[in-house]
């Protein structure tokens, strides 16, 4: 049997993302080590077309990826993962995302296209200068700083060292002040 009907008959003759019957070909998922079953996925054009073409990609078509996500092959969850990722500007892929768990080695292979990095590379620190702030950077205070949970107030001028930086959200910091260790937004902060 062909790495095809073997697809054929683990999907039923579907698109293993989302389930249209026609134009199905296989889709080996990169990076492909030993070409077979395990590493491809059954996938029709109009999914394999925006795989490979993010410019194509039609957000709506992804909603199918809500079933598809939970598909006991890991070559599907790692494209599911990836599409996820990709668009998950959109807000619904994020919470798919979310919900999803993936073996750490299969995460892996997820991982390995960089599929997803480039949202994460759009978060950018600046300091109230607009300099763009790294992790172990020190910075001081440009004004008197409240320390959440506590009565204390850091003082404008008072130096916090070793930052680092949220990965979420490009206005937080965290550093330590005295022994607090806290969350600190950026345009109070100067990098020194
Ligand atoms: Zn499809």
């Known amino acids: 049997m062909s790495v095809k009907d073997d697809l054929e ?13 026609n134009n199905l070909e296989v889709f080996e998922v990169e990076p ?7 590493s491809s996925i059954l996938a029709c054009e109009t999914c394999r077309t925006q795989i490979e073409d993010p410019e194509q990609m039609d957000p709506n078509h992804w909603r199918c990826l809500n079933d598809s996500m939970w598909s006991e092959y890991d070559s599907v969850k790692v494209v599911a993962w990836r599409m996820l990722s990709r668009l998950k ?10 919900m ?5 080695e299969t995460l892996d292979w997820a991982k390995a296209t960089g599929e997803g990095l480039a949202e994460a590379d759009k978060i950018i ?4 200068n607009g300099v763009i702030l790294e992790n172990g950077d020190s910075v001081v205070l440009v004004k008197d700083l409240k320390i959440k949970g506590s009565s204390q107030v850091a003082k404008q001028g008072t130096a916090v060292r070793r930052i680092s930086l ?19 937004i950026t345009k109070y902060v100067k990098k020194i």
Do not use: F
């Not at 620190?125 to 109230?128: N, P, W």
């Open 9 to 21: 008959a683990r999907s039923g003759s579907t698109c293993e993302l989302c389930t249209a019957t």
């Open 32 to 38: 492909v080590s030993i070409s077979g079953v395990d």
């Open 89 to 98: 500007s959109e807000g619904w892929p994020k919470d798919l995302l979310d």
């Open 100 to 104: 999803m768990y993936l073996e750490p």
């Open 125 to 128: 620190h600046r300091d109230v």
């Open 166 to 184: 949220d990965r979420e959200n490009a206005e937080y910091i965290e550093g330590k002040v005295g022994p607090t260790l806290t969350v600190i």
